[in-house]
């Protein structure tokens, strides 16, 4: 169904979803689509080179990487896929229990999740996703912030709740509280200023 023929208000599932254009980039959040942002080049530049750190770290272990287009589906309880109301893109997914991976992407909480601010979904990773993403265990996620060049991480607690996140500036290599051993510099963005 093309976007035009979405019915505002209406409801929508993962099976409404498989359904869409490909060439349209939607997320549903409970059901209510929203529409991704159009990619810019400093966003696509710091996916790449974040996913080819991760790529390389995690080459020979359990834990895979994964860059959008990647379907997350986030189920409430066990219903069937065809049900699920709740699909994210995130730009970066690292998923370690191998069996949430099918042909449509992930079913259930990635390990750590990395979005990357665009101006017209900045409040939605923010607050939205960042809901989402600790309401449904997803043990670290990152914000990173291209224009002001700076990360947030946000780490998943014992009781199952973010605390207050941790800020980091983009001077300096960023650990990772899922792999000690990793940490992300990024040598690339200076001398970045457009965003």
């Not at 994964?66 to 219903?79: K, M, Q, T």
């Not at 990152?142 to 983009?170: K, T």
Request: aromatic fraction near 10%.
């Amino acid at each position: 169904m093309p976007s035009a023929a979405m019915k505002p208000g209406r409801k929508y599932t993962f099976a409404d979803y498989r359904q869409w254009p490909e060439n349209e980039r939607w997320e549903l959040l409970a059901g209510l689509p929203c529409a991704m942002a159009t990619l810019q080049r400093i966003h696509q530049k710091i996916v790449f080179e974040m996913g080819l750190q991760m790529g390389l770290f995690l080459c020979g272990k359990s834990c895979e990487a994964y860059a959008a287009p990647f379907s997350v589906r986030l189920p409430h309880r066990d219903e069937a896929d065809d049900r699920i109301d709740t699909v994210v893109e995130p730009d970066l997914s690292v998923i370690c229990d191998r069996s949430k991976l099918d042909r449509y992407g992930c079913r259930g909480a990635p390990d750590w999740i990395v979005e990357v601010l665009s101006p017209s979904t900045a409040l939605r990773d923010m607050n939205s996703k960042r809901s989402l993403y600790e309401q449904h265990g997803v043990r670290e996620y990152w914000i990173v912030h291209p224009a002001d060049h700076w990360i947030m991480v946000y780490l998943l607690d014992e009781q199952g709740h973010y605390g207050q996140p941790q800020v980091f500036g983009m001077e300096e290599p960023t650990p990772v509280s899922l792999f000690p051993e990793l940490s992300l510099v990024w040598d690339f963005m200076a001398g970045e200023t457009e965003v």
